[in-house]
């Protein structure tokens, strides 16, 4: 029998539309909580460095409201890890960040950066806090996160996303091949990054991945139809090609 697929919702860019004014309002909190209302298995938020949208009030706010996991994204840094210590979320995936850049430009590079990741995710874990990768699919990536013990890795479907033809084929065997590996070692798989009503299935299918974060696409498709139908289709997309 294939596994449940949970659908994790991104509510960053909810955060990011308020922001633009400087009001208080659209309020990413309200909006996880209409997700969850409508079939969200949890919600993701990435609180960066530069606080261009999520900030740390979010996060407490997320902490103590939320009914659902909640999934804080973070880069590695001490900041960072004295957030996540101090709201004890059920998941914290370790992203790569860059000040300049618009979006996550790719995956972690947790092979070359083993030696700063090893304490942080040690630290993690001791706390009872879920820890991911954001990872490229690929095996070198997977062989780092085993080395560093962590449950989960989130698998890049970013190039997927803005492949086509053959290309996006190929993408596609390297997630799949990934996600395989990293499940046959004991590592739970998690996907995401640019994934759309349109590109969904092909990710859904593979058996090994157990949760798809989406967001962007989802705040984006809610102006038009409401963030609680954007989620009802995209979780309706999964079922189909689950």
Not at 23 to 42: I, K, M, S, T
Not at 54 to 83: F, K, V, Y
């Amino acid at each position: 029998m294939t596994e449940f697929l949970r659908l994790g919702v991104n509510i960053d860019h909810v955060a990011t539309v308020r922001n633009a004014r400087g009001a208080g309002y659209p309020d990413p909190v309200r909006a996880a909580l209409v997700a969850a209302e409508a079939g969200a298995d949890g919600i993701t938020a990435h609180l960066r460095e530069d606080r261009r949208h999520i900030t740390d009030d979010d996060i407490a706010r997320l902490s103590e409201q939320l009914t659902i996991p909640l999934n804080l994204e973070m880069a590695a840094t001490d900041e960072m890890l004295g957030i996540a210590l101090r709201h004890r979320p059920h998941a914290a995936c370790i992203v790569p960040e860059k000040r300049e850049e618009l979006t996550t430009e790719g995956g972690l590079d947790a092979a070359g950066q083993y030696n700063r990741l090893a304490p942080l995710v040690s630290e993690l874990i001791a706390a009872k806090v879920r820890v991911s990768l954001f990872i490229e699919p690929d095996a070198r990536q997977i062989d780092a996160a085993l080395r560093l013990g962590v449950p989960v890795v989130e698998l890049h479907t970013g190039r997927y996303a803005e492949l086509d033809g053959e290309a996006r084929t190929d993408e596609l065997r390297r997630l799949t091949d990934a996600a395989a590996l990293a499940a046959k070692n004991g590592i739970e798989v998690h996907a995401g990054h640019g994934l759309t009503y349109d590109n969904v299935a092909p990710i859904a299918a593979i058996p090994q991945i157990r949760e798809l974060n989406i967001g962007h696409f989802l705040v984006g498709e809610a102006m038009f139809i409401g963030l609680g139908e954007a989620v009802r289709r995209m979780r309706a997309a999964m079922d189909v090609a689950r």
